[in-house]
């Protein structure tokens, strides 16, 4: 069970960047760790991408880097307000993961980053199945979260990182097989690269 902190990092937005940016060293660095999803993926400035659970926009201002055509979406009006200030140049949505607001095939691409590791079992398959319907044919889905370390000098690392910032959803995540899952849903070529001893996976997948 996450401990007082993780409330804590969601409100101090100072807290949680100081978290985010000292978990991302182990891939070098925080601007390397929000990009690592998007690697080797064909991205021009007409490119419809859509940041799922946004945040504060700690990925958006990485994207709108590549595309003209960024849209983040968040169930928290408040990390919406703190995502319009940090990156302006995007459009914003409010609304649930797993009821997406967007009609069918609107999405060349949709990416998440650690965030789907704080969804419940069914609501993590209702999220997966409503990525699928609002991307094109052809459009990828990519994300980086969390998984279960192979290299054991990872593992105190991560269940420490997990027993105070986060839920026992967390725990479950990192034992799913999301490749299988999507797979299973209807993508293909879901490919799974893992970093960082194996605490982090980068999963993209296409439709």
């Known amino acids: 069970m996450a401990t007082i902190l993780r409330k804590w990092s969601y409100q101090y937005q100072w807290l ?13 660095g925080e601007a390397r760790f929000r990009q690592l999803a998007l690697k080797d993926l064909n991205i021009d400035n007409n490119t419809q991408i859509l940041d799922l659970c946004c945040g504060a ?5 990485f994207l709108i880097k590549y595309s003209n055509q960024v849209t983040g979406l968040d169930a928290s009006p408040l990390a919406l307000e703190r ?15 797993e009821e997406l607001p967007f009609s069918e095939a609107s999405f060349d691409l949709v990416q998440t980053s650690v965030a789907l590791h704080e969804m419940k079992p069914e609501q993590l398959n209702q999220i997966l199945q409503e990525i699928y319907r609002v991307l094109k044919p052809q ?24 027993t105070l910032f986060e839920t026992e959803t967390a725990w479950q995540f990192v034992k799913t097989n999301v ?29």
Request: charged share 10%.
């Open 179 to 207: 490749p299988e899952k999507l797979s299973a849903i209807g993508f293909k070529n879901c490919q799974q690269t893992l970093y960082a001893g194996g605490s982090l996976q980068v999963v993209q997948a296409q439709k």
């Open 57 to 61: 926009g700690q990925t958006t201002q």
């Open 139 to 162: 459009g990828m889905f990519a994300c980086i979260d969390l998984h279960q370390p192979h290299n054991p000098i990872f593992v105190p690392g991560l269940s420490l990182f997990m």
């Open 16 to 28: 949680y960047d100081a978290i985010a940016q000292l978990s991302a060293l182990a891939v070098g």
């Open 83 to 97: 995502a319009k200030k940090r990156v302006p140049q995007a459009n914003y949505v409010e609304g649930l993961a």
